[in-house]
């Protein structure tokens, strides 16, 4: 460690003025040409910026209506499938009150939690920016 005062430290105060002299304070020019290549590029990065925020849109409009789709399959089937437990119910199933309310309540719930899922994705709205 150099102690304040002493010789060493007074030859690296010494070195360090030696090297800031020896360094050039001048600021490199630009020329016209420069501006205008720096103005290209970022041109360039605009254009590129907005091309890919474009294809993210294309893409997530695809998805979300693959998602629409299999989403109202999934109910659709569902409800369907209600309605046939219902049906066999009376005739061939026979199966008690809670054991009916327990199945149809759990599944309902399931398929409408995945439907809120699905909407909410779809429909982000303001949430989506940033």
Same mark, same amino acid.
């Given at each position: 460690?150099?102690?304040?005062?002493?010789? %060493?430290?007074?030859?690296?105060?010494?070195?360090?003025?030696?090297?800031?002299? /020896?360094?050039?304070?001048?600021?490199?020019?630009?020329?016209?040409?420069?501006?205008?290549?720096?103005?290209?590029?970022?041109?360039?990065?605009?254009?590129?910026?907005?091309? /890919?925020?474009?294809?993210?849109?294309?893409?997530?409009?695809?998805?979300?209506?693959? &998602?629409?789709?299999? /989403?109202?399959?999934?109910?659709? &089937?569902?409800? @369907?499938?209600?309605? !046939?437990? @219902?049906?066999?119910?009376?005739?061939? &199933?026979?199966?008690?009150?809670? !054991?009916?309310? /327990?199945?149809?309540? %759990?599944?309902?719930?399931? +398929?409408?939690? &995945?439907? !809120?899922? +699905?909407?909410?994705?779809?429909?982000?709205?303001?949430?989506?920016?940033?």
């Amino acid at each position: 460690m150099v102690k304040p005062g002493s010789k %060493t430290s007074e030859n690296v105060r010494e070195s360090i003025k030696l090297l800031e002299s /020896a360094i050039p304070k001048k600021r490199p020019s630009f020329t016209d040409e420069d501006l205008e290549k720096g103005q290209s590029q970022e041109q360039t990065l605009e254009q590129r910026k907005g091309e /890919a925020e474009l294809e993210r849109y294309n893409q997530d409009t695809t998805h979300r209506k693959g &998602l629409v789709t299999w /989403a109202a399959t999934v109910v659709s &089937l569902w409800l @369907l499938c209600v309605l !046939i437990t @219902l049906s066999l119910n009376t005739y061939i &199933l026979k199966l008690s009150d809670t !054991i009916m309310v /327990a199945l149809l309540s %759990t599944t309902t719930v399931n +398929v409408l939690g &995945l439907m !809120i899922i +699905v909407l909410n994705d779809l429909f982000r709205g303001k949430k989506e920016e940033k």
